[in-house]
């Protein structure tokens, strides 16, 4: 699925990812942990293609597509889907108004025809009810005076809906009660599916106890510092960073 | 959001300026240049009264003695009035046609612009959609109006102005000038001096106009200047909507456009009027060509209770210099004012309006959408006033500027007067940059950069867009997006 190699980046002159190299399989979820300024978000800004982050050497590729070559929404239309760690707000513009022509404007671009209103808010309907959100917060503009916990749910939301390949979640956890979290994991969870990957990007170990990683990956100083099982984050958790930090 | 999406698959289909063909009929010209005898020459062209005339004779007069304002926030060279015609009409005869008697070029042309001016096609249009009327002023002459024997039925009188002069004197005598008074400033002054066709309607006490009303202006000849003037009266109770649109072709000189329209309201009355002003705003690059589009627009709420308001939707023009405003005389009158101003490439505009509080108890609300890109300026400036009389008065103004990209410039110029302590006035002003984070955000789900902007200035101008009549609100929303083509990246 997806494959990362000696990947390099800056923002304007600092260099913040330094050889990092990533393997993904289909079906697998993967988390990345790692002390602030590490580069976590970074690299979900770098495979989603921000603008203002130069990559300077490597390879990142989905399926063995070169990911770095093409435009953001050209990524998000072949799956990739980042759920950002602060959602933006659009004012004027309904949640469900901009998911239906963000969702057309995938399938456009995938030469498929576009959902019909009917089927997508039975679809819309289906998912909010999973992920226990009010169906009215859907009627007013995209995350424009929503708590940091609505934001959350709303991104799983679209996630759901949009129905993507590779997922990255960027802390997630970030501004969610218990009750939330747990709401957020199961919608995360009911997505894990032998053609779906998933990357987990996280600062602390609670996360992981509700979205269970096949492997974990502590990111530091721009690249890959160790690669273990769930327990490694259970370390980091009691040990910290700093070793990492150190080593790097 | 099916507008947003069939506004993104029009603006593939388009041309960036798409109305700046020009259409080859016979013309006839006045002399080139401007002096009484020209005013002679307009005035005997359509057949006027002799007080008709001397109305514009007098007008002539004082604009001779004024000098052109120079306080708006636009640069341009000095225009010289002499290098201009001020009649242009196709050569046909003057007065209302039917439909067989106008040139087959010109019902082609509003064709091209999607104008329904047989009533049958309009008539034949989807089922249960919204009829409205149209009269088309084709340069200086107004060559058709719609559905006039309908409208008739219920005794609303819609013609063009030149008809209304011939036909219906003690009308037009009673209310011209009433309102914009032909010496208010040097613009409305020469308009008065010259002025060629426009609309006219008068919807009598306590009827409701059976449809939309509305007039299609389309500048074609080269070197001239339109002057239109625009009188609606709404009598006692009675309520009208009205839309004008504005195109012109791509021309490398500047013309000039200098329209007055005038609005009265009497007891209880309301007037609607909307405009879709998508005049030649010139080259992009170059910022060659373009209307100069400098319009006094002022209504006057003249009966208690009566209510008016202008939803403006302005894309057009090199430079735009317009102020629709309300004169709130009536005890409990209101007036609004809603508007969409954008500016791209090297387009100036100040705009916005004015509302005059006289009456107790009055009230107005004014939200403004300015949207800048390119090089290009956008001012709002606005008057809210309450005189010690209007007691009791309420103002809300709301105006927000959208900045795209790093070379336009957003300027807001409130003057708020309150001579009374009874008045309640409120002002909430934004300026913000469109941001690449939000940008990224809409293009992450799959909106490409060019409908990702779409979709932003389209949540940003929704306030605005939903006071248009719904048949135009998405013609509006297209414009939005074509205007705007090109402006990131």
Not at chain 1, 34 to 59: D, I, R, W
Not at chain 1, 131 to 156: A, H, T
Not at chain 2, 140 to 159: M, P, Q
Not at chain 2, 367 to 386: D, E, F, M, Q
Request: aromatic letters at 8%.
């Amino acid at each position: 699925m997806l494959s990362i190699k000696n990947l390099h980046a800056r923002v304007e002159a600092a260099e913040i990812l330094k050889g990092l190299s990533l393997d993904l399989p289909a079906g697998e979820v993967h988390a990345i942990m790692g002390p602030n300024g590490a580069g976590k978000s970074t690299l979900s800004y770098v495979l989603t293609g921000k603008q203002g982050y130069e990559v300077t050497q490597g390879t990142a590729t989905l399926d063995g597509e070169d990911l770095l070559s093409l435009e953001a929404n050209e990524r998000a239309a072949r799956g990739v889907f980042l759920s950002f760690q602060y959602p933006l707000e659009i004012p004027g513009v309904p949640a469900m108004t901009f998911l239906r022509t963000a969702m057309n404007a995938q399938h456009k671009a995938r030469g498929e025809p576009e959902i019909s209103a009917t089927d997508f808010l039975k679809r819309a309907r289906q998912v909010a009810g999973q992920l226990k959100m009010d169906f009215d917060m859907l009627k007013r503009p995209l995350n424009v005076g929503f708590s940091g916990g609505e934001k959350k749910r709303m991104e799983i939301f679209q996630m759901a809906m949009l129905s993507p390949r590779l997922l990255i979640l960027d802390e997630t956890d970030s501004g969610l009660d218990i009750d939330a979290l747990k709401i957020v994991a199961d919608g995360v969870n009911a997505l894990r599916s032998p053609d779906r990957a998933m990357l987990v990007i996280t600062h602390y170990q609670r996360l992981l106890d509700y979205i269970r990683p096949d492997k974990v990956h502590v990111l530091a100083a721009g690249r890959i510092a160790a690669t273990g099982g769930p327990e490694l984050a259970h370390e980091l958790e009691r040990e910290g960073y700093d070793k990492y930090a150190r080593a790097a | 959001m099916p507008a947003v999406k069939q506004t993104v698959d029009h603006v593939e289909s388009l041309e960036r300026y798409q109305h700046g063909f020009i259409t080859a009929i016979d013309q006839e010209f006045a002399p080139k240049g401007l002096s009484a005898d020209i005013v002679r020459f307009i005035s005997a062209k359509k057949q006027e009264p002799e007080w008709m005339l001397e109305w514009r004779l007098a007008a002539y007069e004082r604009w001779l003695a004024m000098d052109e304002p120079d306080w708006a926030k636009v640069n341009y060279p000095k225009i010289d009035y002499q290098d201009s015609y001020y009649y242009a009409a196709p050569k046909e005869k003057i007065g209302p046609m039917s439909l067989d008697e106008v040139d087959p070029e010109i019902l082609a042309t509003y064709a091209k612009l999607g104008i329904p001016l047989r009533e049958q096609e309009v008539l034949a249009g989807v089922q249960g959609a919204p009829k409205y009327a149209v009269d088309a002023v084709f340069d200086s002459v107004s060559v058709v109006t719609t559905f006039k024997k309908e409208l008739a039925a219920v005794g609303v009188i819609f013609c063009s102005f030149s008809e209304a002069v011939r036909e219906h004197p003690e009308l037009v005598k009673k209310y011209l000038g009433t309102v914009v008074p032909a010496s208010d400033n040097y613009f409305a002054c020469l308009n008065s001096a010259v002025f060629s066709d426009g609309s006219f309607v008068y919807v009598p006490p306590g009827v409701r106009c059976p449809m939309e009303l509305s007039t299609y202006f389309r500048i074609n000849a080269a070197e001239s200047g339109q002057f239109e003037r625009t009188l609606i009266i709404a009598d006692k109770g009675a309520y009208v909507s009205y839309l004008e649109g504005c195109t012109a072709p791509m021309r490398d000189e500047n013309q000039l456009h200098a329209a007055v329209v005038e609005l009265v309201t009497l007891d209880d009355a309301e007037i609607k009027y909307s405009t879709v002003q998508n005049w030649y705003p010139g080259d992009p690059e170059t910022g060659k060509g373009g209307i100069y589009n400098f319009v006094t627009k002022r209504a006057d709420c003249r009966g208690d209770r009566s209510k008016v308001s202008w939803t403006q939707v302005e894309t057009g023009s090199a430079i735009t210099w317009k102020y629709p405003s309300c004169v709130l005389r009536g005890k409990d009158s209101v007036g609004e004012f809603y508007s969409i101003a954008i500016t791209n490439g090297r387009q100036q505009a100040d705009t916005g309006t004015k509302m005059i509080h006289l009456g107790e108890g009055t009230r107005s609300r004014i939200i403004s959408k300015g949207i800048s890109a390119g090089r290009s300026s956008n001012t709002y400036r606005g008057l809210v006033s309450a005189h010690p009389k209007a007691k009791g008065a309420r103002n809300f103004t709301q105006c927000d500027s959208l900045l795209i990209g790093k070379t336009c410039a957003a300027h807001t110029v409130p003057y708020i007067e309150a001579r009374n302590g009874q008045s309640v006035f409120e002002h909430e002003a934004t300026t913000t940059r469109l941001s690449d984070d939000q940008l990224f955000y809409v293009m992450q789900r799959g909106l490409s950069q060019e409908e990702a902007v779409q979709l932003l200035v389209n949540g940003f101008v929704k306030d605005v867009l939903q006071e248009l009549p719904m048949e135009f609100a998405v013609e509006a929303q297209k414009l939005v997006a074509i205007s705007l083509e090109g402006s990131v990246g």
